[in-house]
């Protein structure tokens, strides 16, 4: 056999395997630039137990971005991590099949055929060893690892995200970690909706807490429900924050959704104090630092009113600009430019300093998702800040001609449904979009 057709045949293999490589991602620069930080925001800690999962996916995100010497640290990694994670006194299990494939792909693409070789004979051996429990379906650890890349990838993808964990469960119920996150995935589906879930996720929600009680990200969701509900949970928020505080810094500590709860169901001033008390235990954690900034920005575009004095609006503008410059390269840096502009637009700073931010990025080269976010909240700024409805709406308009699927473009399009009758303009975009949307 010729090196060509050796290649040949190998890549056939190689695109067999269940792995990163293979499941058809497909995202932009931006996306992973901003999953790669968001992954280094859940930190290493002891205890968590998708930490061979988190090296997988930074390995595949930094060859992405071409970086093929961090990408084979953080695959060869995983192993060790996973090894970690279930306390298992084997070097191997299947929980490595994602990892191996993975790997094979990665010596594939460096010219590495031998070494390519070697771990999709891995994966062989490993599949033959411990054989899926159902013949027709994947082995329930690849189902649970592409659930958790998906929902931690792929936001739009939350019920293929709870098919996966649910197949995965079905074949392996002991893993307490695929229950949680199942129940998360499921609840995430209802992220954007005031009233609660469904009885049948909130029995599954009561027995994922049953089974991993030290899981506070749970905890903070069973208390978001029940406020959901009509109860007063403001007692047991600030109990589960003693709790959240204690925890190693990590965007798995439920922080930031306790956060979610103070603002909706206790105050926001309440959850600046919270932010401001964990900054204060760790100075130096940028995520910490995201927490604090959105919750100014809460208490200052949301809930703006005469008892907002000038240190609070101080703290604002410096946590963003900090925050910013902590996240330079990603879709949270230009978030956080818009909210900048923003708090000035609310503050006393005045529409001009909005004005000049807002002209700086609208000019930028960006890609479509991050054009769409941006003149969606431009949008928003000239109706309620510059009192120019005309111009708001040629920007919702913009927003919703760009085939990404967003909140934003969701938000544009019911905004111009409510002024179609006023615009042939408008009617005519929204028929078009009939047929794209």
Not at 120 to 133: A, C, E, G, M, R
Not at 192 to 205: A, F, R
Not at 252 to 270: A, F, N, P, T
Request: proline letters at 3%; a positive charge.
């Amino acid at each position: 056999m010729s090196a060509a057709q050796s290649q040949s045949t190998l890549e056939v293999k190689l695109k067999a395997l269940q792995c990163h490589f293979t499941w058809d991602f497909d995202p932009s620069r931006c996306k992973l630039v901003r999953v790669k930080e968001k992954l280094e925001d859940i930190g290493t800690e002891e205890g968590n137990s998708w930490l061979g999962h988190i090296s997988n996916l930074q390995g595949y995100i930094h060859y992405q971005l071409g970086s093929t010497e961090d990408a084979r640290r953080f695959f060869s990694g995983a192993a060790e991590a996973f090894r970690r994670s279930r306390n298992s006194d084997s070097d191997e299990g299947p929980w490595l099949l994602v990892n191996y494939g993975n790997l094979a792909w990665l010596h594939f693409h460096l010219g590495e055929q031998a070494e390519s070789q070697t771990y999709l004979s891995k994966v062989d051996t490993l599949l033959n060893k411990y054989p899926s429990p159902s013949q027709d379906e994947l082995h329930p650890e690849i189902y649970a690892e592409k659930a958790w890349t998906l929902m931690t990838l792929r936001r739009d993808k939350k019920l293929l995200v709870a098919d996966y964990f649910q197949r995965a469960i079905r074949m392996q119920p002991d893993m307490v970690e695929w229950h949680t996150s199942h129940v998360i995935a499921l609840i995430n589906a209802y992220k954007y909706i005031d009233t609660p879930v469904e009885k049948e996720i909130m029995k599954k929600l009561k027995m994922a807490k049953e089974q991993d009680p030290e899981n506070l990200y749970l905890a903070v969701y069973d208390l978001e429900q029940r406020a959901k509900k009509g109860e007063r949970i403001a007692d047991e928020a600030r109990e589960l924050a003693r709790k959240v505080l204690r925890n190693p810094v990590s965007s798995y500590s439920g922080i930031k959704m306790l956060l979610w709860v103070y603002r909706s169901y206790v105050s926001v001033d309440e959850a600046i104090d919270l932010a401001e008390e964990a900054l204060k235990k760790h100075p130096d954690k940028r995520y910490l630092k995201r927490c604090a900034a959105l919750c100014y920005r809460w208490r200052i575009v949301e809930k703006s009113d005469s008892r907002l004095n000038k240190s609070k609006t101080d703290r604002a503008v410096s946590l963003h600009k900090e925050v910013i410059s902590l996240y330079p390269q990603t879709l949270s840096s230009l978030l956080k430019k818009i909210h900048l502009a923003n708090i000035y637009a609310k503050s006393y700073h005045g529409v001009a300093e909005a004005e000049k931010i807002y002209q700086e990025l609208l000019v930028k080269k960006l890609e479509p998702a991050e054009k769409q976010m941006l003149y969606h909240y431009y949008a928003n700024y000239l109706f309620y800040d510059r009192k120019d409805p005309h111009r708001s709406t040629e920007y919702h308009m913009k927003a919703a001609e760009i085939q990404e699927q967003s909140h934003f473009r969701v938000k544009s399009i019911e905004l111009l449904m409510k002024y179609r009758y006023k615009s042939q303009e408008i009617e005519e975009l929204l028929a078009n979009l009939g047929g794209k949307s």
